[in-house]
């Protein structure tokens, strides 16, 4: 008999190591401590957890499925899913355990080392919740110079037939990316986000959150987070109802006070086993053919799914573990208290660390040219970024994390993911968000005390940088400009930097 060990994101009924269940297994279910603080996740992250664990094991309970269910507070919890996994065997008599593979190096490491120390067969078996496989990724990486996600993605359309048509992609190009780039307008009418009520399940753990994790990063209230795939499915179905018609347009407009936007915010969802990527791109697709969202944000939807997150999650595995050690740019400033606090006078800054801090979610140009863009440009280290990236957001596990904090946002990699640096001055964020507007800086001034810090933060790190950089074909223009200052304008710029560095480090308000 086994023991099928579920993680907390696992939470799928299809999930391959239940598939495995037969009569007189047990399916083992715990909350323990080293994995709720391993990083001191965001409080809304740990109850979202929580509570989608406990609704999973009631839905096997449901179906006739013995689980063993340890919840945080129990008195024999071991703190850990070795120990509790070590108690069920004992308890059941079993002999076997089987566990879908976990989504985190770390802890494949640790489920590997198993075998040896319970005395008993220890299978890991396939993820089958994504659309690539560990392998399908690694035959296409092979012999190739570099990877790109835009080639990944078209052969992953062509294998899924999806926004096809005899000829070729639907409307004639595979990426509709050029489209999806609009400033934000006055007018927009954005609707009100999916919002769950708590029931009494979710409402038990929101008080235990509160009792054990107090000292974690983040508001715990209000609580508007789906927790069952009932939810999950009503999110969906929302997001294509009422926002996917206009995400492709205002996918990368930020507006003050309208955290959500038109985004779909599922990747939670998807992130635990919830919602499962297939259906979320025949959703989409099926609006498109149906009239009810044009095809640049159905296509740019559908690349989020079937190229980033899938192209991310091969990069992972494909790199690991040395991937996580690379640090290109040799970027070493402390994080800032800022990313905690928000105390700071960058209205952008402090916008994004302010609903981060509220949502545990920030859509993705406010973490990648905000948060990651004041990253990459100050030189924050690196290790200190992607742990914060991983704790304070909803939908954040590190294989999802680690490609794009330390690849896209921060090029610690040297462009193994991304083909330059996404370093941008004042005027990506004034173009695309109404940030500026109520802000302590003047993005139109380039140097001086009142100058916005990107503009001369961006020049700082484009010059302290070059020897690395210069070489990049993408950087061309970007190399001439430079040449073309003036010794004073540089000086400036070196002043200008130097003055807000030691402010940072003084831990003076910026």
Same mark, same amino acid.
């Given at each position: 008999?086994?023991?099928?060990?579920?993680?907390?994101? @696992?939470?799928?009924?299809?999930?391959?190591?239940?598939?495995? #269940?037969?009569?007189?297994?047990?399916?083992?279910?715990?909350?323990?401590?080293?994995?709720?603080?391993?990083?001191?996740?965001?409080?809304?992250?740990?109850?979202?957890? #929580?509570?989608?664990?406990?609704?999973?094991?009631?839905?096997?309970?449901?179906?006739?499925?013995?689980?063993?269910?340890? *919840?945080?507070?129990?008195?024999?919890?071991?703190?850990?899913?070795?120990?509790?996994?070590?108690?069920?065997? /004992?308890?059941?008599?079993?002999?076997?355990?089987?566990?879908?593979?976990?989504?985190?190096?770390?802890?494949?490491?640790?489920?590997?080392?198993?075998?040896?120390?319970?005395?008993? *067969?220890?299978?890991?078996?396939?993820?089958?919740?994504?659309?690539?496989?560990?392998?399908?990724?690694?035959?296409?990486?092979?012999?190739?110079?570099?990877? $790109?996600?835009?080639?990944?993605?078209?052969?992953?359309?062509?294998? #899924?037939?999806? =926004?096809?048509? *005899?000829?070729?992609?639907?409307?004639?190009?595979?990426?509709? !990316?050029?489209?999806?780039?609009?400033?934000?307008?006055?007018?927009?009418?954005?609707?009100?986000?999916?919002?769950?009520?708590?029931?009494?399940?979710?409402?038990?753990? =929101?008080?235990?959150?509160? $009792?054990?994790? %107090?000292?974690?990063?983040?508001?715990?209230?209000? #609580?508007?987070?789906?927790?069952?795939?009932?939810?999950?499915?009503?999110?969906?179905?929302?997001?294509?109802?009422?926002?996917?018609?206009?995400?492709?347009?205002?996918?990368?407009?930020?507006?003050?006070?309208?955290?959500?936007?038109?985004?779909?915010?599922?990747?939670?969802?998807?992130?635990?086993?919830? =919602?499962?990527?297939?259906?979320?791109?025949?959703?989409?697709? @099926?609006?498109?053919?149906?009239? $009810?969202?044009?095809?640049?944000?159905?296509?740019?939807?559908?690349? @989020?799914?079937?190229?980033?997150?899938?192209?991310?999650?091969?990069?992972?595995?494909?790199?690991?573990?040395?991937?996580?050690?690379?640090?290109?740019?040799?970027?070493?400033?402390?994080? *800032?208290?800022?990313?905690? /606090?928000?105390?700071?006078?960058?209205?952008?800054?402090?916008? +994004?660390?302010?609903?981060? $801090?509220?949502?545990?979610?920030?859509?993705?140009?406010?973490?990648?040219?905000?948060?990651?863009?004041?990253?990459?440009?100050?030189?924050?280290?690196?290790?200190?970024?992607?742990?914060?990236?991983?704790?304070?957001?909803?939908?954040?596990?590190?294989?999802?994390?680690?490609?794009?904090?330390? %690849?896209?946002? =921060?090029?610690?990699?040297?462009?193994?993911? +991304?083909?330059?640096?996404?370093?941008?001055?004042?005027?990506?964020?004034?173009?695309?968000?109404?940030?500026?507007?109520?802000?302590?800086?003047?993005?139109?001034?380039?140097?001086?005390?009142?100058?916005?810090?990107?503009?001369?933060?961006?020049?700082?790190?484009? !010059?302290?940088?070059?020897?690395?950089?210069?070489?990049?074909?993408?950087?061309?223009?970007?190399?001439?400009?430079?040449?073309?200052?003036?010794?004073?304008?540089?000086?400036?710029?070196?002043?200008?930097?130097? &003055?807000?560095? &030691?402010?940072?480090?003084?831990?003076?308000?910026?």
């Amino acid at each position: 008999m086994k023991l099928i060990l579920v993680l907390g994101d @696992q939470l799928c009924h299809s999930l391959s190591a239940l598939t495995q #269940f037969e009569q007189g297994d047990v399916v083992r279910m715990a909350e323990v401590r080293e994995e709720a603080t391993y990083v001191k996740h965001h409080k809304k992250k740990i109850a979202f957890v #929580f509570s989608a664990m406990r609704h999973f094991a009631a839905e096997l309970r449901e179906k006739g499925i013995t689980v063993d269910y340890t *919840p945080f507070e129990a008195p024999e919890n071991s703190g850990s899913l070795f120990g509790e996994v070590a108690r069920s065997l /004992t308890a059941h008599g079993l002999t076997h355990v089987v566990v879908t593979a976990p989504g985190e190096y770390r802890l494949l490491q640790e489920i590997r080392s198993w075998a040896s120390r319970l005395c008993v *067969p220890v299978s890991i078996v396939e993820d089958d919740r994504f659309l690539a496989t560990k392998e399908d990724f690694e035959t296409w990486a092979k012999g190739r110079k570099q990877l $790109r996600m835009e080639y990944f993605y078209r052969l992953m359309r062509r294998k #899924f037939m999806v =926004l096809m048509e *005899p000829e070729g992609p639907s409307g004639g190009q595979w990426n509709f !990316d050029a489209e999806n780039r609009k400033p934000p307008k006055d007018g927009l009418k954005i609707p009100a986000p999916y919002t769950a009520v708590p029931d009494e399940i979710t409402q038990e753990v =929101l008080a235990l959150v509160e $009792r054990n994790f %107090g000292d974690h990063f983040g508001d715990l209230y209000p #609580f508007p987070f789906a927790v069952t795939r009932k939810g999950a499915l009503a999110a969906l179905d929302m997001f294509i109802a009422e926002r996917l018609a206009q995400f492709g347009d205002w996918q990368d407009a930020m507006v003050q006070g309208e955290p959500w936007m038109y985004h779909s915010h599922i990747a939670l969802y998807l992130n635990c086993g919830l =919602l499962e990527p297939l259906e979320c791109l025949q959703k989409a697709e @099926q609006a498109y053919r149906q009239g $009810r969202a044009p095809l640049n944000a159905a296509e740019g939807f559908i690349r @989020q799914i079937l190229g980033w997150r899938e192209f991310v999650r091969g990069l992972y595995w494909h790199k690991m573990p040395d991937y996580k050690e690379t640090n290109y740019l040799q970027a070493t400033r402390p994080l *800032p208290d800022l990313y905690w /606090t928000a105390k700071t006078r960058m209205n952008c800054l402090r916008q +994004a660390v302010l609903e981060t $801090r509220e949502n545990a979610y920030a859509h993705h140009i406010q973490r990648l040219m905000v948060l990651g863009n004041f990253a990459l440009l100050a030189g924050l280290d690196s290790d200190q970024v992607n742990e914060w990236y991983l704790l304070v957001y909803a939908d954040a596990y590190e294989w999802v994390e680690l490609p794009n904090v330390h %690849g896209m946002v =921060l090029f610690a990699d040297g462009g193994v993911l +991304a083909s330059k640096p996404y370093a941008a001055s004042g005027a990506y964020i004034n173009k695309m968000s109404n940030y500026c507007a109520g802000c302590s800086y003047k993005v139109t001034a380039k140097n001086g005390p009142k100058a916005c810090p990107f503009n001369y933060l961006y020049w700082d790190f484009i !010059d302290r940088n070059a020897d690395r950089l210069r070489g990049n074909p993408r950087m061309g223009f970007v190399f001439k400009t430079l040449d073309r200052m003036g010794a004073d304008k540089r000086q400036a710029v070196h002043t200008d930097a130097q &003055r807000f560095f &030691r402010a940072l480090e003084t831990h003076e308000k910026v």
